[in-house]
């Protein structure tokens, strides 16, 4: 994915700001004040492509070449009060957001993905 496009793909904030605080809210909770700061100004730049129904998962960068992330990468669990948060972070970058369990998401990000999306 190119350079321009990430910096022009949706923030998360201003499409579901409620799922935004809420990963925020979380990751403070957790100890993990760093990757709170960026998750104020995570971008969705794609669905993660699985078409799984009960998936609203998204990526929020590039994926590097090939399937695993490598060295670097570990995954945060979070508490939600339903379904299911888990970040990928790479050095300290959240790569991409597994989101399950939250059909109302689905419309609003694919709106988000399609350049017809608003906040919700």
Not at 22 to 27: A, G, K, Y
Not at 30 to 42: I, N, Q
Not at 57 to 82: C, D, E, I, K, M
Not at 92 to 112: K, N, Q, T, Y
Request: with cysteine.
């Amino acid at each position: 994915m190119e350079h321009d496009e990430h910096i022009t793909a949706p923030l998360l904030r201003d499409v579901l700001p409620q799922l935004s605080a809420e990963l925020v809210r979380l990751l403070e909770q957790e100890g993990e004040r760093d990757l709170a700061l960026c998750a104020h100004d995570l971008r969705i730049l794609a669905d993660c492509g699985c078409g799984d129904d009960f998936c609203q998962s998204f990526h929020t960068a590039p994926h590097p070449p090939g399937t695993p992330y490598g060295p670097g990468h570990r995954n945060v669990a979070l508490l939600p009060a339903r379904g299911c948060l888990i970040l990928d972070v790479v050095h300290g970058r959240i790569m991409f957001v597994e989101v399950l369990d939250r059909p109302e998401l689905r419309p609003v990000l694919s709106g988000a993905l399609t350049g017809g999306g608003g906040p919700r």
